[in-house]
């Protein structure tokens, strides 16, 4: 096995830098040059500015800006950061020991750093205020998700652990606020095809074989003051499908709570940080690979719109 290539330059706000291996080919006289071409999406004027910066290096130490293209090399940098909204909302630390960091993260904060949200994301956050460079993600929760999320402190195990995720060995439970309907009978499971396409911000559900199931039971409803009727779903996906809960419980009539997406796709500044998505990822259970042992997390958090809830009655 090929040993990765350790980069020379540190972690910038819990961020490592970018890699990039230049071609095979001999297009271009200068690295510059090739830089230009390779990110189409940086300006040349700021590429010339890292340059003299010393931003941008080698194995070797920093490029110049005339440096000649070595084709087969590796180069690194730190991209520029976006403008970002905070995230106004604390990760709560619920377990750590030598393998595995388990948190409650909140709604709104996404997992990894894509597309607008880098520096406010959990495992950018975790690194850089926990001091631990190395961590990574076992598996991922959308950004308006709440709740438990689980992390590798030892990169040699970080494969073990996401394996678990990928072939579903984990057994992972939801709890969901949304509207009571006394005329859907449950618990049951739905079966249904769910289809994402890139480029498209919402799944969607299409005749054809099943590939998304859900178990779906209420564990309790209440009646508000004003008459409003909620439940407390306690949600088990079987399958691992892109928004997959928001969708199934949309299709039984009762949608999520904050539901931005489904049943209609509405727009949503990134700093509006109210009406959260009233989903929690509340339990995981797994068969430890590295020890061995059976462990069982659960959540600490509670969704607001139960707790705010005047008036109740016992499913």
């Known amino acids: 096995m090929r040993r990765k290539l350790r980069s020379p330059l540190p972690q910038r706000h819990g961020l490592d830098a970018v890699r990039l291996r230049t071609p095979a080919e001999t297009s271009w006289a200068t690295m510059r040059d090739h830089l230009v071409e390779r990110l189409p999406r940086v300006e040349p004027a700021r590429i010339d500015a890292m340059l003299r910066e010393q931003r941008i290096v080698d ?64 495992l950018v956050r975790l690194r850089r205020e926990l001091g631990l460079p190395l961590l990574s993600p076992a598996h991922r929760l959308d950004r308006v998700t709440a709740g438990l999320l689980m992390f590798v402190l030892r990169p040699e195990h970080r494969g073990a652990y996401q394996t678990l995720f990928r072939d579903r060995r984990v057994r992972k439970t939801y709890e969901a606020i949304a509207p009571y309907d006394p005329a859907l009978a449950l618990p049951r499971t739905v079966r249904s095809r769910i289809v994402k396409e890139r480029g498209i911000i919402c799944a969607r559900e299409e005749p054809g074989e099943p590939n998304a199931e859900t178990h779906v039971e209420l564990l ?89 809830h005047a008036g109740w009655t016992a499913a």
Do not use: C
């Open 220 to 308: 309790e409803h209440r009646t508000g003051s004003d008459g409003s009727r909620l439940g407390r779903y306690r949600l088990t996906p079987l399958t691992g499908r892109t928004h997959q809960l928001r969708l199934h419980m949309s299709g039984l009539g009762v949608p999520i709570l904050g539901d931005d997406f489904y049943p209609v796709l509405t727009e949503k500044p990134l700093g509006d940080f109210t009406r959260p998505l009233q989903l929690l990822a509340s339990t995981l259970e797994f068969v430890d690979p590295v020890s061995g042992r059976a462990r069982r997390f659960t959540s600490g958090l509670q969704l607001q719109a139960w707790s705010n």
């Open 59 to 122: 194995s070797g130490g920093p490029l110049s800006p005339d440096a000649p293209f070595v084709p087969e090399s590796f180069v690194w940098f730190h991209r520029d950061l976006p403008d970002e909204v905070p995230v106004p909302f604390p990760i709560e630390v619920l377990h750590r020991d030598d393998d595995l960091l388990v948190v409650d993260k909140p709604h709104f904060l996404a997992t990894i750093p894509r597309g607008q949200h880098i520096v406010e994301t959990a």
